[in-house]
């Protein structure tokens, strides 16, 4: 620690997008503020792990596409992806920033290049950049501005001292805040307990995701200072049908595993136990089909596809089956041949692939009720044309929508809804904004802007932050 300050107006926990802006935004509002991040590097946070994607309105990339966009079509987005669960005092928070922070992420280098359509959202805004690059960009930015950004340094208690806080580090390092914390350590995606806790099952997933040092950290020391939570229920895995890299044995972890073979379920492919048997709707969305998964004795299943499947997707550009990917599938002429490869009971399988194909060409009512390739799109077909594949996979979580809650000015609050005077927080440790779903880009986005809302809220504000 020499040379290296440890006194603070702010103490940011956590080096993501959130704390990166936030530390950046009070720095330049002339705050004195220290970064600590648990990990070596910014490059292991949920931001460096993301697709890089951020939710914006009304910028130049839209018009330039022609997109017609407005703060009412993302605020019906929000409503109906979070299924009436999203805080609108907190999606009116983030449309009243965006616009401005779309702009000062470029001031500070962040190059932006493409506008596509995601998850949730009736018009394209997902804003493409290169997550990992933003993290660079933002650093150098809060390097040349003074900020200290201390690495490997989990924070592990945050306690008031008079007017400010005491925050703990390694090896006993006490620093301290004198006006406000900025807690902007993330989700929770990495802790059973946490996840078991809140939606039980979920502690059965084996596919971990999300930033390296997503435990809840902060989660569970803002609720020791008093802090309300919120929307801890609203987390659901996801099935993008990463292969269990190891067959069906120990748990995955994604963070260095990069392609998934892709959601074949939704294009026409079938999903099987390992004792062979069909157990779920593939039309069904993809949350959905993770829920039912994590019900399975071994939580996991079987993806298996045929050559048709296969030629369709390397057509539909949101999923993948590219030659990566397929490397992690067995593949065969026979349906005997294909059980046998992948370890699964033959005759069981060969029942199972045969009663599908033969109820899709009949027309027959699907055993478990499929109605659709995906949604309410496609008749499904049988699987008939060889080359036929299969794989391991299992449900992955990514992120969680649950934390604590706050108001638009990102104070937080304890459960009267009272600010906490000069506790804040900002990106995936807030609760509420999301509701039960995500829009994609919303989470990065949000990140940026509540950060930048936290650091203005104390800038603003008189000492002690409140
Ligand atoms: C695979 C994947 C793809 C995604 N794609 C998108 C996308 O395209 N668009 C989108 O909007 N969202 C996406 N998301 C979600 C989005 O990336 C996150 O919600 C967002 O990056 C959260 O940013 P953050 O700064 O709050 O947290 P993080 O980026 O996770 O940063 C939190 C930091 O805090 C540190 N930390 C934790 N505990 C402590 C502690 N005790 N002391 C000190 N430091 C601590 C962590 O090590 C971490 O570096 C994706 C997520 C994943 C996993």
Redesign the pocket.
């Known amino acids: 620690m020499n040379r290296v300050p440890t006194v603070a107006d702010v103490i940011v926990?956590?080096?993501?997008?959130?704390?990166l802006c936030a530390a950046v935004e009070a720095a330049e509002r002339g705050l004195r503020v220290i970064v600590?991040?648990?990990?070596g590097t910014?490059l292991?946070?949920?931001?460096?792990?993301?697709?890089?994607?951020?939710?914006f309105i009304d910028t130049d990339l839209q018009r330039r596409d022609r997109i017609v966009d407005s703060d009412e079509t993302f605020r019906q987005d929000m409503e109906r992806s979070g299924k009436g669960r999203s805080d609108p005092a907190l999606v009116d928070a983030y449309l009243a920033n965006q616009l401005d922070t779309y702009y000062w992420l470029q001031e500070h280098g962040v190059t932006f290049w493409d506008v596509d359509i995601g998850i949730g959202m009736n018009v394209p805004r997902c804003h493409a950049t290169d997550s990992q690059r933003l993290l660079e960009v933002l650093t150098r930015s809060a390097r040349r501005l003074g900020i200290s950004i201390c690495y490997n340094?989990?924070?592990?208690d945050v306690e008031r001292d008079g007017s400010g806080f005491k925050v703990g580090g390694p090896d006993g390092i006490i620093l301290r805040a004198e006006r406000a914390i900025i807690f902007?350590?993330?989700?929770f995606?990495r802790n059973p307990a946490m996840l078991g806790r809140f939606v039980p099952g979920l502690e059965r997933l084996r596919i971990v995701?999300?930033?390296?040092?997503?435990?809840g950290?902060?989660i569970v020391m803002a609720e020791k200072l008093g802090a309300a939570l919120s929307s801890m229920e609203c987390v659901k895995p996801n099935f993008y049908s990463y292969a269990l890299r190891d067959g069906t044995k120990e748990k995955m972890d994604?963070f260095h595993h990069d392609t998934p073979v892709g959601m074949v379920y939704h294009l026409g492919g079938i999903l099987v136990t390992s004792k062979a048997e069909r157990y779920v709707r593939e039309d069904m969305n993809a949350k959905d089909i993770a829920l039912v998964t994590l019900k399975l004795p071994d939580v996991m299943a079987w993806g298996i596809f045929d050559e048709t499947v296969r030629q369709r997707a390397l057509k539909e550009k949101t999923i993948y089956i590219n030659p990566a990917a397929l490397a992690k599938c067995v593949s065969a002429d026979t349906f005997a041949e294909l059980a046998t490869r992948a370890g699964l009971p033959v005759d069981a399988f060969v029942r199972t692939v045969e009663q599908y194909n033969a109820d899709c060409a009949a027309g027959a009512p699907d055993k478990m009720g499929r109605v659709h390739e995906t949604a309410l799109l496609g008749r499904p077909f049988a699987l008939n044309t060889p080359p036929f594949y299969a794989f391991p996979t299992a449900p992955n979580q990514?992120?969680t929508f649950g934390g604590v809650r706050v108001n638009p000015q990102t104070q937080i609050l304890d459960a009267q809804g009272n600010a906490l005077p000069g506790l804040y927080a900002?990106?995936?440790?807030v609760g509420g904004f999301h509701g039960l779903n995500f829009v994609?880009?919303?989470?990065?986005?949000q990140?940026a802007i509540f950060g930048r809302t936290a650091a203005k809220t104390i800038a603003h504000s008189s000492a002690g932050g409140a």
Do not use: H
Request: hydrophobic content about 30%; charged content about 10%.
């Open positions: 926990v956590g080096a993501g997008c959130a704390g600590c991040e648990k990990r910014s292991q946070s949920s931001t460096a792990a993301s697709g890089g994607y951020f939710a340094f989990p924070v592990g902007a350590s993330g989700g995606s995701d999300g930033g390296l040092g997503c435990m950290d902060g994604r990514a992120t900002c990106g995936e440790i994609t880009g919303t989470a990065l986005a990140a």
